[in-house]
T-cell receptor
Framework: SQTIHQWPATLVQPVGSPLSLECTVE??????LYWYRQAAGRGLQLLFY??????ISSEVPQNLSASRPQDRQFILSSKKLLLSDSGFYLC??????????????FGEGSRLTVL | KQEVTQIPAALSVPEGENLVLNCSFT??????LQWFRQDPGKGLTSLLL?????REQTSGRLNASLDKSSGRSTLYIAASQPGDSATYLC?????????????FGSGTQLTVLP
């Protein structure tokens, strides 16, 4: 069966510090990978998605970046965090094969607080 | 632009009641619709996925229906339990294979009172 792991679960960082959140998927190949952010009292906002190694699409201009160094690894980064980067970050995956159902599966999330 | 609305934003019911959560969307040309559950501080758990060609899906005490023409989906929960307390979100995918077209509602926060 497929599983998705995301870490760290909780992170408290000062303004201006770097960020690295990591996500890995097991039990599948060539998944589509996604990073979402969920701010308090707001809906889910798609930040980045990837359909393959090295292929990253950005949905929202920001000081965040994403990378996919391996097929089942997705990393969210920032060189200098802003207060507005605080939020709940969720990694997700969906089957990348043609004809797949398109069902989306989420990780447990990473709570980022920028002070 | 696809917009997804979930009403009510919050719902409180006594244990044992059957209940319906609503999801409406503005663009009926959807590929599929997915219902999720989110517990406080946790990720989203997929509950049911309905393809555009389907009318409903069932899993245990949950039943989700889809009416594309009216732009509506409902999630029916039978014999509610305190463990069902969570936020329920629906998400609509408009075009196959395009992550950019997945739009989420803001959720309904359900509390089942013992």
């Amino acid at each position: 069966s497929q599983t998705i792991h995301q870490w760290p679960a909780t992170l408290v960082q000062p303004v201006g510090s770097p960020l690295s959140l990591e996500c890995t998927v097991e039990g599948t190949s060539n998944p589509n990978l996604y990073w979402y952010r969920q701010a308090a009292g707001r809906g889910l906002q798609l930040l980045f998605y990837s359909v393959g190694i090295g292929q990253i699409s950005s949905e929202v201009p920001q000081n965040l970046s994403a990378s996919r160094p391996q097929d089942r690894q997705f990393i969210l980064s920032s060189k200098k965090l802003l207060l507005s980067d605080s939020g709940f970050y969720l990694c997700a995956w969906s089957p990348g094969l043609a004809g797949a159902t398109g069902e989306l599966f989420f990780g447990e999330g990473s709570r980022l607080t920028v002070l | 632009k696809q917009e997804v609305t979930q009403i009510p934003a919050a719902l409180s019911v006594p244990e044992g009641e059957n209940l319906v959560l609503n999801c409406s969307f503005t663009d009926s040309a959807i590929y599929n619709l997915q219902w999720f559950r989110q517990d406080p501080g946790k990720g989203l758990t997929s509950l049911l996925l309905i393809q555009s060609s389907q009318r409903e899906q069932t899993s245990g005490r949950l039943n989700a229906s889809l009416d594309k023409s009216s732009g509506r989906s409902t999630l029916y929960i039978a014999a509610s339990q305190p463990g069902d307390s969570a936020t329920y979100l629906c998400a609509v995918r408009v075009r196959r294979g395009s992550a950019r077209q997945l739009t989420f509602g803001s959720g309904t926060q359900l509390t089942v009172l013992p």
